[in-house]
């Protein structure tokens, strides 16, 4: 009588706690609505495959990044030699992990070897000669780069993250592939442009000098100064659009300093503009820039775009504006990319839009391979093993409400291949059961009563199961985590599934046997 006091009771908590959870899911078919209203509110969601949306893969340029790091350097070596009250009389760029520098004072060479040492210790000092005079050469150390490469496409990662959440995209799933690819999968009826547009964006923000003393329509006949370059206002600026402009190639700051970009309102016109602060060393480099500059025009540059090129009045510490005729949406837009901007350029590799007709197509599909399978393997069962058929065949719908209830309460993503896994689970979930039957008709073929040849059958065989399933569980687990997206949804159904079926055999099965010969003092069994 102690077995009969638990197996029932666990039985009718885990299937009521099933359709509770199950609950929010059914209310939003039925009525078609796209959030539960009825507690808990979680649901199973549809993954890319069925409800379309988005699909895109972005490459990350991790050199890159180990260029910008230098270009970081050379702009705050600068500011250190001022700093000390160095004057340098050559620093140049030697390739993307080196620069050199060589000095006015020659004489004060080991001394500056020092401090440049000391500030620079992600850098190698090796001393040669520079157009002649004596120079220090500074080289990003390899350790270092290569720890650089794996920051960037970690960050890339997380700004892909916060952009797609401010996006407001549901159910996004993100993931890294490789070393330096991105996979962002948008379910659901989306503004395909405008995701584009906000999550391929580089956000690589640039300060610089307008090259005010060559002429634009002789640069355009390709005439272009040495150290200047041709560049154009954006596209979608009311006044300026597409006109070219000429600026100097060296960027003087970039937007690696920003701490903060938001969106604020200029009191006199109403319009609106992003305001912008940098941290402290970018406040130093900005600070000596604009010393430096004073009445000369400062170029911002987003993405190869021209959004503005004000004239410097006087020094400007810490922080800075960026007009450029916004609205409301242009202006969040353009705060959003700056304050989530990649450390690195990231471009779009492929992109593929997935129509939520294609969607259904595949539900449907793939619920008719569930329902064809699942009535097959019921009337197998009922033929070959009878009245015990059917009681496998109970477990088998509570498989089906339990593994749907658990991805309810998980807020599991339902994918094409996860469709396929619960098929494989229905499958396998009745492969317990015959190794049960069997064990059962060897034991009446002995001779024993109904209820012994049960207990038999049911402890003989319970380690021969766990055995079956744990090994399936471990492989379904290894799936998960190294697979990409479609083998993840195969591989959380499956070990769902297998954990599922364990206990609907083990404990609801057992709970149905022991009722009908304890209570209802059954002495055969029909198996």
């Known amino acids: 009588m102690k077995t009969l006091s638990w197996r029932p009771i666990v039985v009718v908590v885990v299937l009521v706690a099933a359709l509770i959870y199950l609950l929010p899911t059914l209310q939003m078919i039925a009525d078609k609505k796209d959030q539960a209203t009825l507690w808990p509110y979680k649901k199973i969601n549809l993954g890319l495959d069925l409800q379309g949306g988005m699909h895109l893969v972005l490459q990350v340029d991790t050199d890159k990044a180990v260029e910008n790091t230098v270009d970081r350097a050379f702009d705050e070596l600068r500011a250190f030699l001022k700093q000390i009250h160095i004057r340098p009389k050559n620093i140049r760029r030697i390739d993307p992990t080196t620069f050199a520098l060589s000095l006015a004072e020659p004489e004060k060479s080991m001394e500056v070897k020092g401090q440049i040492a000391n500030e620079f210790r992600d850098y190698s000092i090796d001393e040669k000669t520079l157009d002649g005079d004596p120079a220090f050469y500074l080289t990003l150390k390899k350790s270092e780069a290569e720890n650089i490469?794996?920051?960037?496409?970690?960050?890339?990662?997380?700004?892909?993250?916060?952009?797609?959440?401010?996006?407001?995209?549901?159910?996004?799933?993100?993931?890294?592939?490789?070393?330096?690819?991105?996979?962002?999968?948008?379910?659901?009826?989306?503004?395909?442009?405008?995701?584009?547009?906000?999550?391929?964006?580089?956000?690589?923000?640039?300060?610089?000098?307008?090259?005010?003393?060559?002429?634009?329509?002789?640069?355009?006949?390709?005439?272009?100064?040495?150290?200047?370059?041709?560049?154009?206002?954006?596209?979608?600026?009311?006044?300026?659009?597409?006109?070219?402009?000429?600026?100097?190639?060296?960027?003087?700051?970039?937007?690696?300093?920003?701490s903060e970009a938001r969106v604020q309102l200029d009191q006199a016109t109403g319009?609106?503009?992003?305001?912008?602060?940098?941290?402290?060393?970018?406040?130093?480099?900005?600070?000596?820039?604009?010393?430096?500059?004073?009445?000369?025009?400062?170029?911002?540059?987003?993405?190869?775009?021209?959004?503005?090129?004000?004239?410097?009045?006087?020094?400007?510490?810490?922080?800075?504006?960026?007009?450029?005729?916004?609205?409301?949406?242009?202006?969040?837009?353009?705060?959003?990319v700056l304050r989530e901007a990649f450390p690195t350029p990231v471009k779009i590799l492929y992109e593929k839009s997935v129509g939520p007709s294609l969607g259904q197509d595949s539900i449907r599909k793939g619920l008719i391979s569930m329902l064809v399978g699942t009535l097959l393997v019921v009337v197998g069962m009922v033929i070959y093993y009878k009245w015990s058929g059917v009681v496998a065949n109970i477990a088998l719908i509570a498989d089906v409400i339990l593994l749907a209830g658990g991805m309810a309460a998980f807020s599991a993503t339902l994918t094409l291949p996860g469709i396929a896994g619960v098929i494989l689970t229905l499958g396998m979930a009745v492969d317990g059961n015959v190794l049960i039957y069997e064990r059962i008709r060897e034991e009446l073929r002995l001779g024993k009563t109904a209820r012994a040849a049960m207990d038999a059958g049911f402890e003989r065989a319970t380690l021969t199961i766990l055995d079956a399933n744990v090994t399936t569980l471990i492989a379904a687990l290894v799936l998960f985590q190294f697979g990409s997206g479609p083998v993840k949804g195969f591989a959380v159904t499956l070990s769902m599934g297998v954990v599922i079926s364990v206990f609907t055999v083990l404990v609801l099965c057992r709970a149905i046997f022991e009722y009908f010969l304890t209570n209802r003092q059954v002495k055969t069994l029909s198996v």
Not at 274 to 302: H, M, P, Q, Y
């Open 149 to 258: 490469k794996r920051l960037a496409f970690e960050k890339a990662v997380m700004k892909v993250r916060n952009r797609v959440d401010e996006y407001g995209a549901r159910e996004p799933d993100i993931r890294p592939q490789g070393e330096n690819r991105i996979v962002v999968q948008l379910p659901g009826i989306i503004n395909a442009e405008r995701a584009r547009k906000e999550i391929g964006r580089t956000g690589h923000l640039e300060f610089k000098l307008v090259d005010e003393t060559s002429d634009v329509s002789q640069a355009l006949k390709g005439e272009v100064p040495a150290g200047s370059e041709i560049r154009y206002y954006r596209k979608d600026d009311p006044e300026m659009a597409g006109r070219p402009i000429l600026l100097k190639k060296e960027t003087l700051l970039t937007g690696d300093y920003l």
């Open 271 to 336: 319009k609106p503009y992003v305001a912008i602060k940098f941290n402290s060393k970018g406040s130093k480099i900005f600070a000596l820039v604009t010393e430096e500059n004073i009445n000369k025009r400062l170029a911002i540059v987003l993405d190869g775009e021209v959004y503005s090129a004000p004239v410097i009045r006087s020094k400007i510490v810490g922080s800075g504006i960026i007009e450029g005729n916004f609205n409301d949406e242009s202006a969040r837009s353009l705060a959003l």
